[in-house]
């Protein structure tokens, strides 16, 4: 038998011509076939998992999306850097540019990959004080980040700016009609259609009847019959089809693999689906037993399918592509939308067999569906090694042999043996992140949480998956032990730009 340190050495395998990161948005570990849930039928999901190693024991950084995807592409905790939060739909840039630090597609193109990025972004545009300017090219964009192409949505679907946006500039803008954006609270443009400001009566003839807002916070600008977050005028011939988003990115994906041919590439595919507002196209409708939400998951799939054909096409065969299916973060059901998705997924847990889910620090929140694909080099299975997607950073730039500058990607560890099923431990300990201010340590199984109001709670994961018998009473100086690493770990490499819950 080969020593795993030896099997794991990256001058051993040969590049793949293709390395793809399919990232979906609000999946719960529980919410597609693969996983174990037969109300919504994902083929094409069901297939990559039945090639590849499916893992029960992967995580996000977070339990939201901006900060799980600063910390994938820059290998280092989001919650080190002060404010980091959801961003609001015309936020600055908050990934380094070209210069200041190594990321991710800038590592791969110095492996001599052709990068993109195409899909939900979500980690801000610009920079500088000035309100970003929609209607001329925006810089710093994922140009500067290391992508040598992009066509993304700005934030998330239920954020204007509601427009495509590729390689730094909006599809489809007309100089005649400027577009204006704005998240001022109480602000209003001119004649601006907001959700806020009509009647039940004037709402029926302007929404579409699972476009309607749930909270104050959706109920703004309504744009293709669906209220937002945020005001925008403008812009009317560059505003996306919310049916349309998933082929829009789906097509502009297969374009870039197209033209691509023949070369290596890395690709950051990042499906809209299954975040809010969830409006599938008519093809998906009633395709799940789970209602919209289901629909949107199969719409996911079908996402996924194309993109892998379109790989095909351009003739990167399997044995030569590297595959990593994962979600950003845990799932929610209803959120911010009357949907009909509550009565429609009652029963289901999407995050089974776990609690909690997006916004948490319980296992559903960050634990993710995780299938990493390369036939002939990965062998189909399952593992239960503990990784995390902060560690692709390095991990990714062994398999390739890109060198990381000294005191850059620190968060992140070479995890690539247990990528690729060589490794069946993976870490040996993983710091889980809400989208607030506090922190969760696993160490092993074992799981160690805030007490709301104070005090510390611990789980034993593996025995307890959904977190409800606290151990805290009975294991006191493991509750020491772990508290004082997760002290540790907040000073390590530039320490934390947040107050975290649970220091008193």
């Known amino acids: 038998m080969v020593p795993l340190a030896l099997a794991a050495q990256p001058q051993k395998l040969k590049k793949p011509r293709a390395i793809v990161i399919f990232y979906a948005d609000d999946l719960g570990y529980h919410d597609t076939s693969a996983y174990g849930c037969d109300k919504v039928p994902c083929p094409n999901l069901d297939r990559l998992a039945s090639q590849g190693l499916v893992f029960s024991d992967a995580h996000s950084v977070s339990s939201v999306c901006t900060p799980s995807r600063y910390s994938l592409l820059t290998g280092t905790y989001a919650w080190r850097r002060q404010g980091m939060g959801i961003l609001p739909g015309d936020a600055k840039l908050i990934l380094p540019v070209k210069g200041e630090a190594l990321t991710l597609p800038a590592l791969m193109q110095r492996a001599g990959y052709r990068t993109a990025a195409m899909g939900k972004w979500h980690l801000g545009l610009g920079r500088g004080k000035q309100p970003t300017d929609w209607n001329k090219p925006v810089s710093p964009s994922p140009r500067e980040v290391g992508f040598d192409e992009s066509f993304i949505m700005a934030a998330t679907g239920d954020r204007v700016p509601c427009v495509f946006i590729r390689n730094g500039e909006v599809v489809g803008g007309d100089p005649a009609d400027p577009i204006r954006v704005n998240y001022e609270p109480n602000f209003r443009f001119p004649g601006e259609l907001v959700a806020a400001d009509l009647s039940p009566a004037e709402l029926n003839k302007v929404m579409k009847p699972w476009g309607r807002s749930a909270d104050k916070q959706h109920d703004k600008t309504i744009i293709d019959g669906i209220s937002r977050i945020g005001h925008m005028q403008g812009g009317a011939k560059a505003l ?130 995780f299938i990493v694909s390369w036939p002939g080099v990965v062998k189909p299975g399952e593992s239960k090694a503990l990784i995390s997607q902060v560690d692709l950073a390095r991990s990714l730039a062994a398999l390739v042999g890109a060198k990381i500058p000294e005191g850059q990607m620190l968060d992140s560890e070479n995890q690539l043996a247990a990528l690729l099923g060589r490794d069946a431990q993976g870490r040996k300990e993983l710091v889980e992140h809400n989208w607030g201010t506090t922190l969760a340590l696993r160490s092993g199984s074992m799981k160690l949480m ?46 934390t730009g947040l107050p975290m819950w649970g220091d008193k």
């Open 240 to 369: 996306w089809k919310d049916q349309d988003i998933a082929d829009s990115i789906n097509r502009a994906a297969a374009d870039f693999i197209r033209r691509s041919a023949g070369k290596p590439i890395f690709l950051y595919f990042c499906t809209n689906d299954i975040h809010v507002p969830r409006d599938p196209h008519p093809r998906h409708r009633g395709k799940s037993q789970l209602g919209i939400r289901g629909d949107v998951t199969v719409q996911m799939d079908d996402s996924l399918g194309a993109v892998r054909a379109a790989l095909a096409k351009a003739g990167y065969k399997p044995e030569e592509t590297l595959f990593i299916f994962t979600s950003d973060n845990g799932p929610v059901i209803s959120d911010g939308y009357l949907d009909g998705a509550q009565k429609e997924c009652e029963g289901h847990n999407p995050a089974a067999p776990f609690s909690g889910g997006k916004y948490t620090l319980r296992e559903g929140g960050t634990r993710m569906p």
């Open 450 to 495: 805030p007490r709301k109001g104070g005090g510390w709670e611990l789980y034993d994961v593996e025995a307890d998956p959904a977190e409800e018998h606290d151990l805290s009473a009975q294991q006191p100086q493991v509750v020491k032990k772990m508290q004082q690493r997760i002290r540790e770990i907040k000073a390590q490499n530039g320490g």
